[in-house]
């Protein structure tokens, strides 16, 4: 009887070590983070919205100034199009001040945010004022989405390629 009481002693100290190390395995086992996924749609919706959002979609009073004064002549553009054809004409504030306009209410404040056309940034906006470029150890996730577009002007000029990225970090 004796041995008996031993042997299911000791089977059950066996069996709470087994639980205890896979309890250890389960809980120390990471996974990815939530934010780098989020920040992975956020930078494809970007790119997605500017690639393929026509210019006559806007509700945007900057963007009715342009179309008013002749600076956007092409409604049907997208915004990206849109955007080359401003930088191919020298028009390279209105550019800004179109990204800008638009982007004001879509890019959450923890998000920094750049547009970068054939290596040369267009428009950046920044987390809280911060600059990206002194401090980039500072931010867990740097994503990019790129595109190429291009166009015409008048349907007598022809504009581009020029490759687009758009840069989300957070």
Known sequence: ???RGYFFTLDAFVAMG????GLILVFSLRSEPA???????????????FASTKIYE???EYVDELKNNKTITNVHYTVLETIGELIFLNKTDAARNLIASITTDIVPENYGFELILNNKS???????????????DRYDVLLSSRRIISG?????????PLKAEIRVWR
Request: aromatic share 10%; no cysteine.
């Open 1 to 3: 009887m004796k041995k």
């Open 18 to 21: 087994v639980i205890i190390v």
């Open 35 to 49: 934010e780098h996924t989020q920040t992975e749609f956020f930078s494809k919706d970007m790119v997605s919205l």
């Open 58 to 60: 806007i509700n945007n």
């Open 122 to 136: 267009v428009h950046i906006r920044n987390v809280a004022d911060q600059d990206f470029y002194s401090d980039p």
């Open 152 to 160: 015409e002007i008048n349907r007598s000029i022809m504009w581009g």
